[in-house]
Protein backbone atom coordinates (compact mmCIF):
# COMPACT_ATOMS: atom_id res chain seq x y z
CA UNK A 1 0.00 0.00 0.00
CA UNK A 2 2.64 2.39 1.00
CA UNK A 3 4.26 1.64 -2.08
CA UNK A 4 1.09 2.48 -4.21
CA UNK A 5 1.17 5.66 -1.95
CA UNK A 6 4.36 6.64 -3.38
CA UNK A 7 3.96 5.93 -6.89
CA UNK A 8 0.47 7.73 -6.87
CA UNK A 9 1.03 10.69 -4.82
CA UNK A 10 -0.77 13.14 -7.08
CA UNK A 11 -3.59 11.15 -7.12
CA UNK A 12 -6.77 12.57 -5.56
CA UNK A 13 -7.25 9.34 -4.09
CA UNK A 14 -3.82 8.58 -2.52
CA UNK A 15 -4.54 12.02 -0.83
CA UNK A 16 -7.18 11.17 0.97
CA UNK A 17 -5.62 8.75 1.84
CA UNK A 18 -2.67 9.82 3.08
CA UNK A 19 -4.90 12.19 4.97
CA UNK A 20 -6.99 9.17 6.50
CA UNK A 21 -3.29 7.98 8.01
CA UNK A 22 -2.06 10.93 9.16
CA UNK A 23 -5.22 12.19 10.90
CA UNK A 24 -5.24 8.62 12.77
CA UNK A 25 -2.28 8.76 13.86
CA UNK A 26 -2.28 12.71 15.00
CA UNK A 27 -5.55 11.40 16.75
CA UNK A 28 -4.42 8.46 18.37
CA UNK A 29 -1.28 10.35 19.65
CA UNK A 30 -3.12 13.51 20.97
CA UNK A 31 -5.82 11.14 22.33
CA UNK A 32 -3.56 9.22 24.54
CA UNK A 33 -2.45 12.96 25.75
CA UNK A 34 -5.44 14.30 26.43
CA UNK A 35 -6.98 11.04 27.96
CA UNK A 36 -4.20 8.76 29.07
CA UNK A 37 -0.79 11.43 29.85
CA UNK A 38 -2.58 14.05 31.08
CA UNK A 39 -5.18 11.98 33.75
CA UNK A 40 -3.19 9.57 34.62
CA UNK A 41 -0.23 9.01 36.04
CA UNK A 42 0.73 5.12 36.87
CA UNK A 43 4.37 5.96 38.33
CA UNK A 44 3.84 4.47 41.96
CA UNK A 45 7.48 5.36 42.85
CA UNK A 46 10.35 6.43 42.09
CA UNK A 47 13.56 4.86 43.11
CA UNK A 48 16.49 7.11 41.62
CA UNK A 49 15.74 8.51 38.20
CA UNK A 50 13.91 5.22 37.74
CA UNK A 51 9.99 4.74 37.95
CA UNK A 52 7.96 1.65 39.22
CA UNK A 53 4.44 1.51 38.04
CA UNK A 54 1.22 0.50 39.17
CA UNK A 55 1.34 -2.12 36.36
CA UNK A 56 4.46 -3.63 38.28
CA UNK A 57 2.93 -3.54 41.64
CA UNK A 58 -0.02 -5.19 40.02
CA UNK A 59 2.48 -8.15 38.80
CA UNK A 60 4.39 -8.74 41.74
CA UNK A 61 1.26 -8.87 43.80
CA UNK A 62 0.06 -11.52 41.90
CA UNK A 63 2.60 -13.48 42.21
CA UNK A 64 3.02 -12.97 46.19
CA UNK A 65 -1.13 -14.22 45.83
CA UNK A 66 -0.55 -17.33 43.25
CA UNK A 67 2.07 -18.34 46.26
CA UNK A 68 -0.13 -18.65 48.92
CA UNK A 69 -2.97 -20.95 50.27
CA UNK A 70 -6.65 -20.57 49.16
CA UNK A 71 -6.84 -19.42 53.17
CA UNK A 72 -4.39 -17.19 52.88
CA UNK A 73 -5.37 -15.55 50.13
CA UNK A 74 -8.81 -15.02 51.47
CA UNK A 75 -7.68 -13.36 54.17
CA UNK A 76 -5.93 -10.97 52.17
CA UNK A 77 -9.15 -9.79 50.37
CA UNK A 78 -11.02 -9.74 53.53
CA UNK A 79 -8.80 -8.80 56.58
CA UNK A 80 -7.53 -5.24 56.61
CA UNK A 81 -4.31 -5.74 58.71
CA UNK A 82 -3.28 -9.30 56.66
CA UNK A 83 -4.28 -6.75 52.97
CA UNK A 84 -1.90 -4.06 54.55
CA UNK A 85 0.66 -6.72 54.95
CA UNK A 86 0.56 -7.99 51.58
CA UNK A 87 0.46 -4.36 50.61
CA UNK A 88 4.15 -3.42 52.65
CA UNK A 89 5.46 -6.97 51.14
CA UNK A 90 4.70 -5.97 47.09
CA UNK A 91 6.01 -2.33 47.83
CA UNK A 92 8.87 -3.76 49.70
CA UNK A 93 9.83 -6.14 46.73
CA UNK A 94 9.53 -3.61 43.99
CA UNK A 95 11.00 -1.25 45.93
CA UNK A 96 14.65 -3.31 46.55
CA UNK A 97 14.43 -4.99 42.96
CA UNK A 98 14.76 -1.63 41.63
CA UNK A 99 17.82 -0.13 43.94
CA UNK A 100 19.77 -3.34 43.00
CA UNK A 101 18.30 -2.83 39.35
CA UNK A 102 20.10 0.96 39.43
CA UNK A 103 22.82 -0.24 41.06
CA UNK A 104 23.34 -2.54 37.94
CA UNK A 105 23.44 0.17 35.89
CA UNK A 106 25.88 2.19 37.61
CA UNK A 107 28.38 -0.33 37.96
CA UNK A 108 28.28 -0.89 33.91
CA UNK A 109 27.10 -4.41 34.95
CA UNK A 110 25.86 -6.40 31.39
CA UNK A 111 24.69 -9.99 30.93
CA UNK A 112 25.36 -11.31 27.26
CA UNK A 113 23.14 -12.77 25.23
CA UNK A 114 25.40 -16.30 25.48
CA UNK A 115 24.71 -16.06 29.55
CA UNK A 116 20.77 -15.99 28.52
CA UNK A 117 20.72 -18.58 26.36
CA UNK A 118 22.75 -20.98 28.85
CA UNK A 119 20.00 -19.78 31.32
CA UNK A 120 17.38 -21.06 28.93
CA UNK A 121 18.85 -24.36 28.04
CA UNK A 122 20.13 -25.37 31.46
CA UNK A 123 16.50 -24.88 32.96
CA UNK A 124 15.23 -28.37 33.87
CA UNK A 125 11.52 -27.64 32.43
CA UNK A 126 12.91 -27.21 29.03
CA UNK A 127 14.75 -30.33 28.88
CA UNK A 128 13.96 -33.92 27.77
CA UNK A 129 16.18 -36.74 28.59
CA UNK A 130 18.94 -34.23 29.68
CA UNK A 131 19.02 -32.33 26.68
CA UNK A 132 17.48 -28.83 25.91
CA UNK A 133 14.13 -29.22 24.00
CA UNK A 134 13.37 -26.34 21.52
CA UNK A 135 9.60 -27.58 21.29
CA UNK A 136 9.58 -27.61 25.34
CA UNK A 137 10.85 -24.02 25.10
CA UNK A 138 8.51 -23.08 21.99
CA UNK A 139 5.20 -24.48 24.00
CA UNK A 140 6.57 -22.90 27.08
CA UNK A 141 6.14 -19.15 25.20
CA UNK A 142 2.77 -19.64 23.42
CA UNK A 143 1.36 -20.68 26.85
CA UNK A 144 2.95 -17.78 28.43
CA UNK A 145 1.20 -15.39 25.92
CA UNK A 146 5.16 -13.71 26.18
CA UNK A 147 7.02 -13.13 23.68
CA UNK A 148 10.80 -14.94 23.43
CA UNK A 149 12.41 -11.46 23.85
CA UNK A 150 10.13 -11.01 26.78
CA UNK A 151 11.13 -13.94 28.33
CA UNK A 152 15.04 -12.89 27.77
CA UNK A 153 14.48 -9.59 29.19
CA UNK A 154 13.08 -10.59 32.23
CA UNK A 155 16.14 -13.01 32.60
CA UNK A 156 18.20 -10.51 32.11
CA UNK A 157 16.51 -8.03 34.66
CA UNK A 158 16.86 -11.30 36.89
CA UNK A 159 20.60 -12.11 36.86
CA UNK A 160 21.56 -8.33 36.65
CA UNK A 161 19.97 -8.19 40.27
CA UNK A 162 21.87 -11.35 41.62
CA UNK A 163 24.88 -9.75 40.22
CA UNK A 164 24.14 -7.50 43.07
CA UNK A 165 22.36 -9.65 45.40
CA UNK A 166 25.97 -11.78 45.21
CA UNK A 167 27.40 -8.94 47.17
CA UNK A 168 25.80 -9.69 49.63
CA UNK A 169 25.68 -13.26 50.20
CA UNK A 170 29.46 -14.19 50.65
CA UNK A 171 29.48 -16.62 53.46
CA UNK A 172 30.38 -15.31 57.35
CA UNK A 173 32.62 -16.86 59.56
CA UNK A 174 31.94 -16.63 63.17
CA UNK A 175 34.66 -16.45 65.44
CA UNK A 176 34.76 -19.41 67.48
CA UNK A 177 35.31 -17.58 70.77
CA UNK A 178 31.95 -15.48 69.49
CA UNK A 179 30.23 -18.64 69.37
CA UNK A 180 31.74 -20.06 72.92
CA UNK A 181 30.50 -16.94 74.56
CA UNK A 182 26.51 -17.27 73.26
CA UNK A 183 26.64 -20.53 73.84
CA UNK A 184 27.45 -20.25 77.92
CA UNK A 185 25.59 -17.15 77.77
CA UNK A 186 22.72 -19.16 76.41
CA UNK A 187 22.56 -22.28 78.35
CA UNK A 188 24.55 -21.07 81.65
CA UNK A 189 22.54 -21.83 84.40
CA UNK A 190 22.54 -20.36 88.34
CA UNK A 191 21.05 -21.22 91.75
CA UNK A 192 19.34 -18.65 93.06
CA UNK A 193 16.97 -18.74 96.80
CA UNK A 194 13.89 -16.30 96.66
CA UNK A 195 11.18 -15.34 98.61
CA UNK A 196 7.54 -14.49 97.23
CA UNK A 197 6.33 -11.58 99.42
CA UNK A 198 2.51 -11.22 97.17
CA UNK A 199 0.71 -7.88 97.37
CA UNK A 200 -2.77 -9.94 97.76
CA UNK A 201 -1.81 -11.03 100.95
CA UNK A 202 -2.55 -8.00 102.61
CA UNK A 203 -6.07 -6.50 103.15
CA UNK A 204 -7.16 -3.36 102.94
CA UNK A 205 -10.22 -1.47 103.70
CA UNK A 206 -12.21 0.67 101.32
CA UNK A 207 -10.94 4.21 101.01
CA UNK A 208 -12.73 7.12 101.25
CA UNK A 209 -13.33 10.25 99.10
CA UNK A 210 -9.96 11.96 100.48
CA UNK A 211 -7.89 8.70 99.61
CA UNK A 212 -9.35 8.47 96.52
CA UNK A 213 -8.64 12.13 95.16
CA UNK A 214 -5.13 11.99 96.76
CA UNK A 215 -4.54 8.89 94.68
CA UNK A 216 -6.49 10.38 91.64
CA UNK A 217 -3.84 13.28 92.02
CA UNK A 218 -0.93 11.53 91.10
CA UNK A 219 -2.81 9.08 88.77
CA UNK A 220 -5.00 11.32 86.70
CA UNK A 221 -6.97 9.50 83.88
CA UNK A 222 -6.78 11.01 80.90
CA UNK A 223 -9.40 10.87 78.48
CA UNK A 224 -7.59 11.19 74.95
CA UNK A 225 -7.99 14.04 71.90
CA UNK A 226 -11.62 13.45 70.06
CA UNK A 227 -12.59 14.90 66.79
CA UNK A 228 -15.90 15.01 65.03
CA UNK A 229 -15.60 14.84 61.57
CA UNK A 230 -17.51 14.87 58.23
CA UNK A 231 -16.68 14.24 54.42
CA UNK A 232 -18.39 14.51 50.91
CA UNK A 233 -17.37 11.69 48.25
CA UNK A 234 -17.58 11.66 45.05
CA UNK A 235 -17.61 8.11 43.83
CA UNK A 236 -15.59 7.44 39.82
CA UNK A 237 -14.48 5.05 37.94
CA UNK A 238 -10.87 6.58 38.00
CA UNK A 239 -9.98 4.37 35.17
CA UNK A 240 -12.53 5.43 32.23
CA UNK A 241 -10.84 9.04 31.31
CA UNK A 242 -14.55 10.33 30.68
CA UNK A 243 -15.72 9.31 34.03
CA UNK A 244 -12.95 10.57 35.63
CA UNK A 245 -13.30 14.03 34.12
CA UNK A 246 -16.75 14.45 34.79
CA UNK A 247 -16.35 13.40 38.29
CA UNK A 248 -13.45 15.86 38.57
CA UNK A 249 -15.63 18.65 37.43
CA UNK A 250 -18.60 17.87 40.13
CA UNK A 251 -16.15 17.16 42.75
CA UNK A 252 -14.21 20.90 41.88
CA UNK A 253 -17.56 22.55 41.59
CA UNK A 254 -18.68 21.16 45.38
CA UNK A 255 -15.60 22.19 46.92
CA UNK A 256 -16.23 25.57 45.62
CA UNK A 257 -19.49 25.88 47.34
CA UNK A 258 -18.23 24.85 50.05
CA UNK A 259 -15.15 27.59 49.72
CA UNK A 260 -18.19 29.95 49.19
CA UNK A 261 -19.89 29.10 52.21
CA UNK A 262 -22.22 26.61 51.54
CA UNK A 263 -22.13 23.24 54.22
CA UNK A 264 -21.14 20.06 52.90
CA UNK A 265 -24.33 18.52 53.24
CA UNK A 266 -25.93 21.28 51.11
CA UNK A 267 -23.27 20.71 48.29
CA UNK A 268 -23.42 17.44 48.63
CA UNK A 269 -26.92 17.01 48.33
CA UNK A 270 -27.08 19.25 45.34
CA UNK A 271 -24.73 17.26 43.69
CA UNK A 272 -25.79 13.83 44.68
CA UNK A 273 -22.54 12.60 46.79
CA UNK A 274 -22.31 10.92 49.73
CA UNK A 275 -22.43 13.03 52.59
CA UNK A 276 -20.95 11.46 56.34
CA UNK A 277 -20.69 12.64 59.92
CA UNK A 278 -18.48 10.35 62.36
CA UNK A 279 -18.40 11.50 65.54
CA UNK A 280 -15.77 11.21 68.62
CA UNK A 281 -12.90 9.56 66.87
CA UNK A 282 -9.67 8.93 68.94
CA UNK A 283 -6.49 8.93 67.03
CA UNK A 284 -5.13 5.59 65.80
CA UNK A 285 -9.22 4.40 65.35
CA UNK A 286 -9.48 1.87 63.29
CA UNK A 287 -13.16 2.33 61.52
CA UNK A 288 -15.55 0.83 59.96
CA UNK A 289 -15.98 3.74 57.44
CA UNK A 290 -14.93 2.20 54.33
CA UNK A 291 -13.79 5.83 52.63
CA UNK A 292 -12.09 6.61 56.04
CA UNK A 293 -8.31 4.64 55.25
CA UNK A 294 -6.01 4.95 58.25
CA UNK A 295 -3.83 7.64 56.25
CA UNK A 296 -7.12 9.99 55.86
CA UNK A 297 -7.90 9.60 59.74
CA UNK A 298 -3.93 10.62 60.30
CA UNK A 299 -4.88 13.64 57.81
CA UNK A 300 -7.97 14.39 59.91
CA UNK A 301 -5.71 14.49 62.88
CA UNK A 302 -3.25 17.38 61.37
CA UNK A 303 -6.03 20.11 60.21
CA UNK A 304 -7.36 22.31 62.78
CA UNK A 305 -11.00 22.20 63.94
CA UNK A 306 -13.14 24.05 61.68
CA UNK A 307 -11.46 23.86 58.02
CA UNK A 308 -11.55 21.12 54.90
CA UNK A 309 -8.85 19.61 53.19
CA UNK A 310 -8.40 20.08 49.65
CA UNK A 311 -9.88 17.91 46.95
CA UNK A 312 -8.41 14.34 47.72
CA UNK A 313 -8.01 11.64 44.79
CA UNK A 314 -8.62 8.05 45.74
CA UNK A 315 -8.89 4.69 44.31
CA UNK A 316 -12.44 4.52 43.30
CA UNK A 317 -13.64 8.91 43.54
CA UNK A 318 -12.80 11.94 45.12
CA UNK A 319 -12.48 13.57 48.76
CA UNK A 320 -13.20 16.49 50.80
CA UNK A 321 -12.27 15.89 54.58
CA UNK A 322 -13.24 18.56 57.27
CA UNK A 323 -12.68 18.32 61.17
CA UNK A 324 -16.06 19.61 62.56
CA UNK A 325 -15.51 19.77 66.13
CA UNK A 326 -12.07 19.50 68.27
CA UNK A 327 -11.99 17.92 72.15
CA UNK A 328 -8.52 18.18 73.46
CA UNK A 329 -6.80 15.51 75.81
CA UNK A 330 -7.84 16.26 79.41
CA UNK A 331 -8.05 14.66 82.66
CA UNK A 332 -11.21 12.80 83.54
CA UNK A 333 -13.82 14.29 86.05
CA UNK A 334 -12.88 12.50 89.75
CA UNK A 335 -16.55 12.15 89.53
CA UNK A 336 -17.17 10.08 86.63
CA UNK A 337 -13.97 7.58 87.08
CA UNK A 338 -13.97 7.59 91.25
CA UNK A 339 -15.28 3.99 90.98
CA UNK A 340 -12.42 2.73 88.58
CA UNK A 341 -10.33 4.12 90.87
CA UNK A 342 -10.78 1.99 93.89
CA UNK A 343 -9.21 -1.03 92.62
CA UNK A 344 -5.81 0.75 91.86
CA UNK A 345 -6.11 2.77 95.06
CA UNK A 346 -5.88 -0.63 96.76
CA UNK A 347 -3.29 -2.03 95.19
CA UNK A 348 -1.03 0.72 95.47
CA UNK A 349 -1.70 0.39 99.34
CA UNK A 350 -1.08 -3.74 98.91
CA UNK A 351 1.85 -2.88 97.43
CA UNK A 352 3.82 -0.14 99.89
CA UNK A 353 2.82 -2.57 102.48
CA UNK A 354 4.43 -5.75 100.86
CA UNK A 355 7.38 -3.38 99.90
CA UNK A 356 8.04 -2.64 103.22
CA UNK A 357 7.54 -6.10 104.60
CA UNK A 358 10.05 -7.40 101.85
CA UNK A 359 12.49 -4.30 102.51
CA UNK A 360 13.05 -5.77 106.19
CA UNK A 361 13.72 -9.17 104.81
CA UNK A 362 16.13 -8.30 102.60
CA UNK A 363 18.05 -5.94 105.39
CA UNK A 364 17.78 -9.25 107.49
CA UNK A 365 19.72 -11.13 104.95
CA UNK A 366 22.28 -8.94 104.21
CA UNK A 367 23.04 -9.28 108.01
CA UNK A 368 23.39 -12.58 107.50
CA UNK A 369 19.69 -13.92 108.23
CA UNK A 370 18.43 -16.62 105.96
CA UNK A 371 15.29 -15.69 103.46
CA UNK A 372 12.12 -16.81 105.13
CA UNK A 373 10.19 -19.08 103.43
CA UNK A 374 12.55 -19.44 100.20
CA UNK A 375 12.59 -21.28 97.39
CA UNK A 376 16.24 -23.12 96.06
CA UNK A 377 16.50 -23.58 92.56
CA UNK A 378 18.69 -23.75 89.83
CA UNK A 379 17.50 -21.40 86.36
CA UNK A 380 18.23 -20.85 83.30
CA UNK A 381 17.65 -17.66 81.05
CA UNK A 382 14.20 -18.53 80.29
CA UNK A 383 12.97 -20.82 82.74
CA UNK A 384 12.76 -22.46 86.62
CA UNK A 385 11.45 -18.86 88.31
CA UNK A 386 9.48 -16.00 87.71
CA UNK A 387 10.92 -13.49 84.94
CA UNK A 388 11.82 -10.60 87.41
CA UNK A 389 14.02 -13.03 89.27
CA UNK A 390 15.43 -14.91 86.04
CA UNK A 391 16.40 -11.05 84.80
CA UNK A 392 17.95 -9.93 88.17
CA UNK A 393 19.77 -13.56 88.93
CA UNK A 394 21.87 -12.72 85.34
CA UNK A 395 22.06 -9.70 85.75
CA UNK A 396 23.94 -9.24 89.27
CA UNK A 397 26.57 -11.25 90.62
CA UNK A 398 27.39 -14.60 92.84
CA UNK A 399 26.42 -13.70 96.43
CA UNK A 400 24.17 -10.67 95.68
CA UNK A 401 21.13 -10.15 97.54
CA UNK A 402 18.29 -8.27 95.82
CA UNK A 403 15.06 -7.14 95.87
CA UNK A 404 13.10 -7.61 92.77
CA UNK A 405 9.36 -7.06 91.49
CA UNK A 406 6.82 -8.23 89.28
CA UNK A 407 3.62 -7.02 88.44
CA UNK A 408 1.91 -8.77 91.54
CA UNK A 409 4.32 -9.57 93.93
CA UNK A 410 8.20 -8.76 94.93
CA UNK A 411 10.72 -11.00 95.00
CA UNK A 412 14.16 -11.11 97.60
CA UNK A 413 16.75 -12.98 95.44
CA UNK A 414 19.71 -14.83 96.61
CA UNK A 415 22.31 -14.68 93.49
CA UNK A 416 24.09 -18.36 93.74
CA UNK A 417 26.76 -19.62 91.93
CA UNK A 418 27.18 -19.92 87.95
CA UNK A 419 27.39 -23.03 86.49
CA UNK A 420 28.71 -23.52 82.69
CA UNK A 421 26.96 -25.71 80.40
CA UNK A 422 28.41 -29.16 79.45
CA UNK A 423 29.58 -28.73 75.75
CA UNK A 424 27.19 -30.07 73.10
CA UNK A 425 28.76 -29.96 69.66
CA UNK A 426 24.91 -30.45 67.68
CA UNK A 427 23.85 -27.60 69.46
CA UNK A 428 26.90 -25.54 68.99
CA UNK A 429 26.67 -26.16 65.24
CA UNK A 430 23.58 -24.57 65.36
CA UNK A 431 24.20 -21.78 67.38
CA UNK A 432 27.31 -21.18 64.68
CA UNK A 433 24.52 -21.49 61.75
CA UNK A 434 22.30 -19.25 63.42
CA UNK A 435 24.64 -16.60 64.34
CA UNK A 436 25.78 -16.85 60.38
CA UNK A 437 22.78 -15.57 58.97
CA UNK A 438 22.20 -12.75 61.31
CA UNK A 439 25.53 -11.27 60.32
CA UNK A 440 24.63 -12.20 56.91
CA UNK A 441 21.07 -10.15 57.61
CA UNK A 442 22.85 -7.39 59.34
CA UNK A 443 25.25 -7.07 55.92
CA UNK A 444 22.48 -7.12 53.44
CA UNK A 445 20.26 -4.48 55.77
CA UNK A 446 23.34 -2.91 55.93
CA UNK A 447 23.39 -2.56 51.92
CA UNK A 448 20.16 -1.72 51.14
CA UNK A 449 20.58 1.40 53.66
CA UNK A 450 23.45 2.24 51.34
CA UNK A 451 21.28 1.87 48.03
CA UNK A 452 18.43 3.63 49.79
CA UNK A 453 20.94 7.06 50.22
CA UNK A 454 22.28 6.74 46.52
CA UNK A 455 18.94 6.37 45.49
CA UNK A 456 16.32 7.92 47.28
CA UNK A 457 13.03 6.13 47.42
CA UNK A 458 9.93 8.72 46.86
CA UNK A 459 5.89 6.95 47.23
CA UNK A 460 3.95 8.76 44.45
CA UNK A 461 1.41 9.14 47.26
CA UNK A 462 -1.58 10.45 44.86
CA UNK A 463 -1.19 7.31 42.90
CA UNK A 464 -1.21 5.20 45.89
CA UNK A 465 -4.40 6.69 47.36
CA UNK A 466 -6.11 5.98 43.70
CA UNK A 467 -5.11 2.74 42.79
CA UNK A 468 -3.25 0.80 45.77
CA UNK A 469 -4.81 2.20 49.25
CA UNK A 470 -7.92 0.22 50.16
Not at 59 to 79: F, G, I, P, V, W
Not at 116 to 133: A, H, M, R, T, Y
Request: glycine share 4%; charged share 30%.
Amino acid sequence: MLEYLRNAADKPLAKVLMFILIFSFVGWGAAEWIFGGATRDTTLINVGDADISVQQFNNERSNQLSAMTKEEQRAAYTDPAKAKALTDSVMGKITVNQLELNRVKDLGLVVSEKRIVDEIKSDKQFQLNGDFSPWLFQMFVEGSGASEQDIANAIRIDLSRKMIVNITDTQLSVPQFAIDAAYNARYAKRGVNYATVKFADYKIAEPNDEQLRAYYEQNPHIVPETRSVSYVFVAADMNKPDVYDEKFKTAQQIEDMIISGDSMKSAADKYNAKYVTIKDIERGDKLSDKILSDDLVAKLFSMESGTESELLELRDGFVILRVDDVVAQHNAEFDDVKKSLVAGWKKSEQRKQAYIDANEQLIAVKRGEQIKNSKSVEITRTEGAPLSVLTAAFAGHDGDNVLTEDSDAFYIVSIGKNTMPAADKNKKESLRKELETLSKRFVVDDYTQFLKREYPVRVNQKTFDRFIAK
